[in-house]
């Protein structure tokens, strides 16, 4: 008997040393739990021939297909397209907890309010470590579908309960509570023209989903003898820092001012000065209205480059517009990184800016009105040149008719004087 416990003693301290030995020399295996957004009757976002709920789950997939082919990893979904239920945000990060999960990563689609936000964004913990973990892993994701995908990078961000003071979104506080870093991926939104022309691209939504599994595989150093891929953890040194908590950004940019700079007119174009600034999380689009209280805009990122797919840190930009959208006042307002949104004063641009049809208009305009002027004119001098004629012959008809009546008075006179004469003769001869 002792000799078999002695045995029973030797095996469990060789498992043990075995299992030790196997832990330090590969590691343990990596555990990643995809949560596929929404699920049951909820459908999420929807719009047009676009359902949240699907494109989730679809994109999920392609995560777990791709993953799986890296070694050291075991990834799960929290359910598949069977579920006919919602899980709760506490039920999806429990079952991130029994499959003992390195990282909760849920995956979703977007909308905004006014379908005018484009982009794709990162929600990570504002609460010290995990922020910094969803930050490293959200950076690759975000690079690799912004540089392949050609999408606009919106950033990574937090969000804060007023009534809790803990993370906003159900998903990462239920993670973090459990001790998973986690972070949600909100891939494009399906309501905007620009994202949407980038949902038209063939196989879009398998590329995001192998897209995100290469930035997991990468974030944890996980290497690929079937895709002959070799990694080494990845690891970023721009966000180095002893904070606990990284508040949100909640005031609007500090400063904007528009102005006019130059005016081209061959090719019709304003082109305006915008400066900004924001202390916070930086600048990320610019638009403007006719009206000041306007937010259904069309926006445009931070940077010269219209076709721009990262916001710049440049304080000032030279914007243009085209010239037959400046027929009245405009206002320039900018948007910082969560989108709150500061408006300059009007850029008065109607007397300083008209299109080339509206001055060749103009210039027609004052042809013509110099034409009437001279016709008026010469009719006016004709009409004169009547009048002074009519009056001519007035004046020359009574100097005739004066002088006639003159010769008359003369004549009359005289044969009254001659009269005279002869009767003055005939007295002194009698």
Same mark, same amino acid.
């Given at each position: 008997?002792?000799r ?6 030797y095996?469990c301290?060789?498992?043990l ?10 590691g343990k295996?990596?555990?990643?739990v995809i ?6 009757d909820n ?5 047009e ?6 494109m ?13 082919e ?12 069977t579920?006919?239920k ?6 999806r990060?429990?079952?991130a907890n029994d499959?003992d999960?390195d990282?909760?990563i ?6 905004s309010m006014?379908h005018?936000?484009?982009g ?5 913990s504002a609460?010290?470590p995990?922020?910094y ?5 959200g950076?690759?994701i ?8 050609g999408?606009f990078n919106?950033?990574?961000?937090t969000?804060?309960?007023d ?5 906003y ?8 509570a459990n ?5 949600i991926?909100?891939?494009c939104? !399906?309501?905007? %023209?620009?994202?949407?022309e980038? =949902?038209k691209? @063939?196989?879009v939504?398998k590329?995001f989903?192998?897209?995100? #599994? ?6 944890f ?12 953890v990845?690891?970023n ?5 002893t904070?606990?908590i ?5 005031e ?15 090719n ?10 924001d202390?916070?999380?930086?600048l990320?689009y610019?638009?403007y209205?006719?009206n ?13 480059d219209?076709?721009a ?8 930009i030279l914007?243009? !517009?085209?010239? %037959?959208n400046?027929?009245k006042? =405009?206002?320039? @307002?900018v948007?910082?990184?969560?989108d709150?949104?500061l408006? #300059? ?6 007397p300083a ?5 509206a001055?060749e ?9 110099n034409i009437?002027e001279i ?5 006016e001098?004709e009409?004169?040149k ?5 009056v001519?012959?007035v004046?020359v ?16 006179i005289c044969?009254l004087?001659?009269?005279r ?6 007295v002194?001869r009698?």
């Amino acid at each position: 008997m002792k000799r078999i416990g002695y045995i029973a003693v030797y095996l469990c301290l060789f498992c043990l040393l075995w299992f030790g030995w196997n832990d330090c020399c590969y590691g343990k295996e990596t555990v990643v739990v995809i949560d596929p957004g929404h699920g049951g009757d909820n459908k999420g976002g929807e719009f047009e021939q676009y359902t949240e709920k699907y494109m989730d789950m679809e994109v999920a997939e392609y995560i777990v297909e791709r993953l799986s082919e890296y070694d050291g990893v075991s990834v799960y979904l929290t359910h598949d397209d069977t579920e006919t239920k919602d899980l709760t945000r506490k039920e999806r990060a429990t079952i991130a907890n029994d499959a003992d999960a390195d990282f909760l990563i849920s995956v979703h689609f977007n909308m905004s309010m006014n379908h005018n936000l484009y982009g794709t964004e990162i929600w990570t913990s504002a609460f010290s470590p995990y922020y910094y973990d969803g930050y490293r892993l959200g950076e690759i994701i975000l690079e690799k579908n912004v540089e392949q995908l050609g999408l606009f990078n919106r950033g990574i961000k937090t969000r804060i309960s007023d009534k809790t003071n803990k993370d906003y979104y159900g998903i990462i506080q239920n993670g973090v509570a459990n001790g998973i870093p986690t972070i949600i991926i909100e891939h494009c939104h !399906i309501d905007e %023209e620009r994202d949407r022309e980038i =949902l038209k691209q @063939a196989d879009v939504l398998k590329n995001f989903g192998y897209n995100d #599994a290469d930035a997991i595989a990468e974030y944890f150093g996980l290497s690929s003898s079937k895709l002959g891929i070799l990694n080494e953890v990845r690891k970023n040194t721009d966000i180095e820092s002893t904070e606990d908590i990284i508040y949100p950004d909640t005031e609007k940019p500090h400063f904007v001012c528009a102005a006019i700079d130059t005016i081209d007119y061959d090719n019709n174009i304003a082109y305006i000065k915008l400066e900004a600034t924001d202390n916070g999380s930086g600048l990320q689009y610019y638009a403007y209205c006719e009206n000041r209280d306007d937010e259904n805009v069309k926006l445009y990122p931070w940077n010269d480059d219209i076709d721009a797919l990262y916001p710049t840190d440049n304080n000032q930009i030279l914007v243009s !517009i085209p010239l %037959e959208n400046t027929d009245k006042e =405009l206002y320039f @307002a900018v948007y910082d990184k969560y989108d709150n949104r500061l408006t #300059a004063e009007e850029v008065t641009v109607i007397p300083a800016i008209k299109t080339i049809d509206a001055r060749e208009n103009e210039l027609n305009s004052d042809n013509e009105q110099n034409i009437v002027e001279i016709t008026n004119s010469s009719d006016e001098k004709e009409d004169a040149k009547k009048n002074f004629n009519i009056v001519d012959a007035v004046i020359v008809c009574l100097l005739v008719i004066i002088a006639i009546a003159s010769t008359v008075v003369l004549v009359y006179i005289c044969r009254l004087d001659r009269i005279r004469k002869r009767k003055r003769k005939n007295v002194k001869r009698d």
